[in-house]
């Protein structure tokens, strides 16, 4: 079987394991003093200002992708997973406002907002790479948009009714795995770079949110969980920035985006 075959034969079986998998494990709490950041210092009587204030690059991605992309919306490169593409943009619009909210005084309430456009911007990237690299159709697309959109939300409602996090955490995971595997089985190799650098950029985000305090001890500059949130807006600015170089190219090559075979 060749490569690309195989990749595309992949995620089912792979998210279908790892879900009996986390069935078998049992409910996953998160961590004990989950709120307690190690950076608490205020700024002009903005509490908690660096992992406030570092949430602006969201906004400013989402801003961006919107500015550049929405003239292209109905363009071939973009006609297809255009939906997607902009739930993914509000959802970092959204992922500024809820967790700069979050971070002014968090508690699981807040959390909430923080975990919601995180999920939805996860619902969004999975769907829109779906959309343009597998060989369906626009009804299925769409479909399969709404279907992780309800799972995203759902997925964040379940945890804040159970403190179970495995949906929320299945749904985050998704992306890391299918998103390469779609990509190499269309043969993106473009796209699979630049999401390849963006997926080094989320892993050193998540490592930093695990050493929050030693990073600010180190640097007695910037905490492990501020770095996470510049790290994580680096990633999606790879990821829109990609898609609107190969917008801008197809646009002035008069291309749309060749239907997956």
């Known amino acids: 079987m060749k490569l690309h075959h195989l990749a595309r034969a992949l995620p089912g079986p792979l998210i279908a394991l790892i879900t009996i998998a986390l069935l078998w494990h049992g409910p996953i709490a998160q961590f004990q003093h989950y709120h307690d950041f190690a950076d608490q210092r205020g700024w002009g009587g903005l509490p908690h200002a660096a992992d406030v204030l570092s949430n602006l690059p969201f906004a400013l ?20 997973s255009w939906p997607a593409w902009l739930l993914f943009l509000l959802a970092l619009l959204a992922t500024y406002a809820g967790s700069s909210w979050y971070h002014l005084a968090p508690d699981d309430h807040r959390l909430v907002w923080d975990r919601l456009p995180i999920a939805l911007a996860c619902a969004g990237l999975l769907a829109a790479v779906y959309a343009e690299t597998q060989p369906v159709s626009a009804f299925a697309a769409l479909a399969a948009l709404l279907g992780l959109t309800a799972f995203g ?19 985050q995971g998704m992306p890391l795995l299918l998103v390469p595997l779609w990509q190499w089985s269309s043969r ?11 997926l080094g950029c989320y892993v050193l985000a998540k490592a930093a949110e695990l050493t929050d305090m030693p990073i600010l001890l180190a640097t007695d500059m910037v905490s492990g969980h501020t770095l996470k949130h510049l790290l994580a807006a680096l990633a999606a600015a790879i990821i829109v920035g990609r898609l609107i170089a190969r917008a801008g190219t197809a646009e002035a090559r008069g291309l749309g985006y060749p239907r997956p075979a």
């Open 61 to 80: 991605v989402g801003l961006w992708g919107l500015l550049r992309l929405w003239p292209l919306r109905q363009h071939g490169v973009l006609a297809r």
């Open 153 to 171: 939300v759902a997925g964040v409602a379940w945890w804040a009714q159970t403190a179970d996090l495995r949906p929320y955490l299945l749904l």
């Open 188 to 198: 993106s190799h473009a796209d699979l770079k630049a999401f390849g650098l963006a």
